[in-house]
């Protein structure tokens, strides 16, 4: 239930980005969530569409973009496809996640005066 704390966090942080521009209101969110991050979509998108009322986001659309896990030898940066031994076969290094588990707010789309 962690998706609670995060969209607060969220909205707390739009609604002060908004404020600073003398925004109106606010049209759209994008954002990055990463396949390890932890945070389970659907329940980040419901607790969103729950907590908007009543601040500068209620009619903001929320745009996420999934981004895959992506493991590279932090030697000679092959590539270590999903699902393979994190392990680089060249270099005999432990893989080093390299994408896939960020979370960012990548756009905010505002209405200015």
């Known amino acids: ?52 009322e009543r601040t500068v986001c209620r009619a903001a659309d929320l745009e996420v973009t ?7 030898c932090p030697r000679c940066q092959r590539r270590i496809a999903n699902g393979a031994f994190l392990r680089c076969s060249d270099c005999d290094r432990p893989a080093t996640l390299v994408a896939g588990d960020e979370i960012g707010l990548d756009r905010i789309e505002m209405e200015v005066a």
Request: proline letters at 2%; zero cysteines.
């Open 1 to 52: 239930m962690h998706e609670y704390s995060l969209v607060q966090s969220l909205l707390d942080r739009v609604e002060a980005e908004a404020r600073s521009h003398g925004a109106s209101s606010v049209r759209k969110i994008r954002l990055t969530i990463g396949d390890l991050s932890g945070v389970e979509v659907d329940l980040f998108r419901s607790a969103y569409e729950l907590f908007r």
């Open 66 to 72: 999934p981004v895959a896990a992506r493991w590279e």
